[in-house]
């Protein structure tokens, strides 16, 4: 298909009304930007305390410990933007925002948070400090659209950061699921085994390398997705630039 000139593109800028998404009202509009800043503000807590355990103990090793708690936090309060998604003031699939939040939660509690081995683990830090700053980035991103004063700066970072982001986060989450294999299947934890009373069995081990397998499907749809996404957003900006 070829391309249309640019003179008919102009013409069509200007002869046709684009036609505008509706948004959330006013009520739903005030509770989103009053919750996108309050997680924008505990990422960035997240990130001050990497930086100031680093800084005082010189090493990244056990640097989980100092951000652990609002971690958890904020990462469970993610949980809320299915609730999003489902009720309609975000207009986003509540199968693709589901699954990208459980995925993280389970993460960080039933992962990081029950195998306490793994904790020490760099893959750790990898994918909490991936996790840092796509979220900084993407909240900052959500706040500034709804106010209807989206910086090209921050536009241009939510869609080029994730090009290194998303890979070293996944890169992470992989390493600390595999290096919590041998722990989990030492002690059976979350497993339950036969006979009990209900005649049900469940392999804790096995679901996680089912986990670890699942990403070879599901990543690369997630990654080429915001690859579509980017191309689309930028490059629009781009040639309204130009006009």
Known sequence: MSAPAMGTTKTAHSDVAPKKKRGPGALATAYL??????????????????????????????LYYSIEKPLKFFQTGALLEILHCAVGIVPSSVVLTGFQVLSRVFLTWAVTHSVREVQNEDSVLLFVSAWTITEIIRYSFYTFSLLNHLPYLVKWARYTFFLVLYPMGVTGELLTVYAALPYVQKTGLYSVTLPNKYNFSFDYHTFLILTMVSYIPLFPQLYFHMMRQRKKVLCHVEEYKTE
Not at 38 to 43: I, K, N, S
Not at 44 to 49: E, R, S, T
């Open 33 to 62: 930007v009053i919750y996108n800043v309050v997680m924008t503000a505990g990422w960035l807590v997240i990130a001050v305390g990497l930086v100031r355990a680093y800084l005082a103990r010189g090493s990244y090793h056990g």
